[in-house]
């Protein structure tokens, strides 16, 4: 990591990595979950950041005319994910075995 990417990612945890450090593998995982609507933990993306969000911050993740649609689908859940909610995991190098291994179905 260059002097920078470290300050980044000390600016972003709070904790410096240490000199020599490198990224793991960059990649990304989507794993789809089953929960029960009414959950009262489960929360719309865009209703909960209008009200909990500074508009600055707001603003920074949905620029003025950004499209909103994908982020109408986004939801938020205050509490623990149990592996036996997972109904799919997509991306990454999770095998199939792997995800059954942690309550996959």
Known sequence: MTDEERFR?????GVWPPPGARFPKESSVRISIDFNAADRNLHEWLPWARRNLAPD???????????????RSWRLYFGAISPESFVEVEGGEVTRSQFAGAGGR
Not at 9 to 13: F, I, L
Not at 57 to 71: D, M, Q, T, Y
């Open 9 to 13: 990612a000390y600016e972003w945890s």
């Open 57 to 71: 911050r707001l603003a920074e993740i949905h620029p003025v005319g950004s499209n909103l649609r994908k982020a």
